[in-house]
């Protein structure tokens, strides 16, 4: 099963960002926001990959979000945003485990208030990029 070529996304404030899929391989696929330039894009990559064997397997997920802006002197920045979940196949963990820290993560992020209107709240996020813990 694969996500549509066409992912609507809330930015910050609720307004939709589309997804435009640019590119699908074995383990994932590459989109770009139809708003963005291929200079400037505003992108997101989903892959998939697994490491061990057996009762020791651990499939991984990796959702990124980059952003890359071409600053005065005309040099590309880029900010990245990953998600990686680390999901052990064995038993002993449900996926109610796994989506109670999911909620969590996003939870903390929007400081409690994450809707279709976008994030409520950036108190935590903001402690993070200044470097708190």
Do not use: C, W
């Not at 960002?17 to 770009?32: C, E, K, P, T, V």
């Not at 400037?40 to 061990?52: A, D, F, R």
């Not at 600053?71 to 900010?79: C, F, Y």
């Amino acid at each position: 099963m694969s996500f549509t070529d066409t992912l609507t996304l809330d930015s910050t404030v609720g307004a939709d960002m589309i997804y435009a899929l640019q590119g699908r391989d074995l383990n994932g696929s590459n989109r770009i926001n139809t708003a963005t330039t291929l200079s400037e894009p505003t992108s997101l990559v989903i892959k998939h990959s697994k490491s061990g064997n057996g009762p020791n397997t651990v499939d991984r997920h990796l959702v990124q979000f980059s952003v890359t802006q071409i600053d005065d002197e005309g040099v590309p920045r880029t900010a990245i945003v990953n998600f990686t979940m680390a999901i052990p196949r064995s038993e002993a963990l449900t996926f109610a485990n796994v989506t109670d820290i999911v909620s969590n993560l996003i939870d903390f992020i929007s400081d409690g208030s994450f809707s279709g209107s976008g994030i409520g709240g950036t108190v935590a996020l903001t402690a993070l990029v200044r470097g708190e813990s």
